[in-house]
Each structure stands twice: as C-alpha cells, then as structure tokens.
C-alpha cells in the first residue's frame, strides 16, 4: 500500500511531466502582464478572455487574477496568472513585483495602446516597453548566474518567431520575453483622416515587427474582441497559434510575430528631401521623429492624473468616510490657526 507522501510525490512528478516539453523551459503555469495606455482598454480585454461578464472597474495600481483551461477533452486544466498595471505609466517601478527569476520563464507582456490618442502613443509605449525590457534584462541576468542554461534557452526562444532565412534576422532586436502590441479603440481610429491612419499604423507595424511582435487592433466589437482572446488564450494557456495576417490601413491590422518585413512595411511616411533633415541614430529613433512630427507628445504630468483612491465612491466606508472628513477638517483648522500664528510672529518682529 502506497502511503500518502508516495502518492502526493507521484502526483506532482505526472504535473510536472504534463506541464513541460522539451528541455525544461515550458511550464504548465503560464503568466500574461497586461500594461498600456490608462483608460486603454486591459481590463475589458481580461474580463472578455476569462469569460467574465461584469463591468470593468478603473485598475489603481497593479491588479492580479486568474483563469483555469484545458487544451482538450479528459486533460488537466492549466492555470493562468493574468496581472495588470493601471496608471498608464505613472507607476512603472511596480513592473518588478510579478516578474522575478521564479517567474520569468512563464511571463508574456501584452502592451495595449489607446489609438483614439495618437499624440500619447508613442511616450506610453516607449515608457512602458523601455521600463519592462530594462527589469527583464536585470533579471535574465540574474538567471544567468544560477543557471546559464535557462538563460540561453530564453535568449533562443526570442528568435522562435522569425524563421532562420527571413531577411531581417540581422535587422531587428526582439524584446527578452514574448509581447503582444494591441492598439485599442478602433472604433474611433476608423473615423480619422487617411493620412493619420497611414502613418500611425506604419509606426505601430514597424515597432512589432522590430521587437518581434504580434500586433492587433481591437474595439468593442465581438468579432475583433473573439479574434484578440484567440491570440491571449495562446500566450495564458498555449492554445490555438493564429498564423493570420492583416496589413490593410483600412481594416483592423491583424500581424501574427515574425509574419511582417521591413520590405513590406516600407520607408517612414515623410516626403524624400525631409528625411535627410532628419538626424537619427537608429531606425527606431527616425520612426520615432517623423512619427512626433505629425503627434507632438503633450506633456505628461502622469502623478497629478492618478485619482485619490481615498474619494472613489467603488471603495466607499460610510463610517471610515466620516471620520476621514471630521480629520480633513481638524487639517484645515490647524492650517489656518499656524498660518494666523505665523502672520502674528511676523507682526510682532
């Protein structure tokens, strides 16, 4: 008769043997970090992924859930950890908590975009993505020192996407783990100026195609919601990979990573004697520059656009409210009797 610490070790050695292929990199939990524009969309994204029918409520800072699936009839079901950062890029220094040397080999990043602002695309991408690869490679480093392995497996698997002949291997440089770019509000980028959609889906084309990326757009619509949870159930429980592709500014892009070339997306969208005027580095920089030349970024104060969650009536405390206002008030008070008290020490002097 088995005893119950022999039956336990069975068990978790038959998980352990369903939830990794291959060499070890794979694992059975999977993890998806969902970061982007501040009102972009994430939460309604998430909700509609799990299958949650409930209004989405604003994400304070960095929120945490999860989902449950089976690849097939009579298989165990595999666990997804969905987390979240609200705030937009006002809270980018809580991009460390999910992601650690524990966890990073399960991680995927989906960046959502809000593409009814196209004048604070580009800082809340270059912000975020900067943020996150800067953490990630702090990390791949530190996994490196305990298992050298794992880190030149991870550091191959950026590569899985683009096939060895394709012509820009040499060319692009793909982000450390695997990302998603979904620009959200469709609806609304529809309506504008041709021009505008050129050039904002060229920008975003490159961008994915640079970082080694999917790219998607997105709206209220079910038909494009059914599309974007086919791609997330992909990355959260390794299901159903799209090989879809969709490069017309007039409908919603759809570009599964690795299926876009630089050939293909073309030169930035600037008349030929400007763009010896301008002075880059790098191609990312020169799309970059024509990109801001026609959506100047304004300038974010992103701390002052956070909401005293204190005041939001979703986390109302009648009793803890009053008590919060009688201590407002005693504030005020004091307030004014010091400054009264400081005018008084002036006048005396």
């Known amino acids: 008769i088995e005893t119950l610490w022999e ?38 994204i998430i909700l509609r992924c799990l299958d949650r029918d409930e209004p989405p409520k604003p994400t304070l800072a960095l929120e945490y859930t999860y989902g449950r699936r089976a690849k097939g009839h009579n298989t165990p079901k595999n666990i997804a950890h969905f987390w979240e950062l609200g705030g937009g890029t006002s809270l980018l220094d809580l991009i460390s908590i999910p992601i650690t040397s524990d966890t990073l080999r399960t991680f995927s990043i989906v960046l959502v975009l809000d593409l009814s602002k196209p004048n604070d695309l580009w800082p809340s991408m270059e912000n975020l993505l900067q943020a996150t690869r800067s953490h990630v490679d702090k990390v791949m480093m530190k996994v490196g020192k305990t298992n050298s392995k794992a880190a030149s497996e991870m550091r191959q698997k950026m590569w899985s996407n683009m096939q060895k002949d394709h012509p820009d291997r040499e060319l692009i440089d793909p982000f450390p783990i695997p990302l998603v770019i979904i620009g959200s509000k469709y609806d ?83 008349p030929d004697n400007d763009i010896g005027k301008l002075h880059a580095r790098s191609p990312m920089e020169l799309w970059k520059k024509v990109y801001e030349k026609l959506f100047p970024p304004k300038s974010i104060n992103t701390l002052k656009d956070i909401k005293d969650p204190a005041r939001d009536p979703q986390y109302a405390e009648s009793e803890v409210d009053e008590m919060r206002i009688q201590k407002d008030q005693e504030l005020e008070q004091y307030k004014r009797s010091s400054s009264k008290s400081w005018k008084q020490i002036e006048l005396d002097s």
């Open 7 to 44: 039956i336990a070790k069975t068990e978790v050695e038959k998980r352990g043997s369903n939830g990794t292929e291959g060499d070890g990199v794979e694992i059975g939990e999977k993890s998806v970090f969902f970061i982007g524009s501040k009102n972009g969309g994430k939460t309604t």
């Open 188 to 270: 609304i980028f529809q309506d504008f100026d041709s021009e505008k959609r050129k050039v904002i889906c060229k920008t975003l084309r490159f961008v994915a195609h640079y970082y080694g990326a999917s790219l998607m757009f997105t709206s209220k619509s079910e038909a494009l919601l059914l599309k974007i949870r086919g791609v997330i159930n992909q990355l959260a429980f390794g299901i159903d990979k799209s090989k879809s592709i969709c490069v017309d500014q007039n409908k919603p892009l759809f570009i599964t990573a690795g299926l876009d070339s630089l050939s293909q997306i073309g030169s930035p969208p600037v």
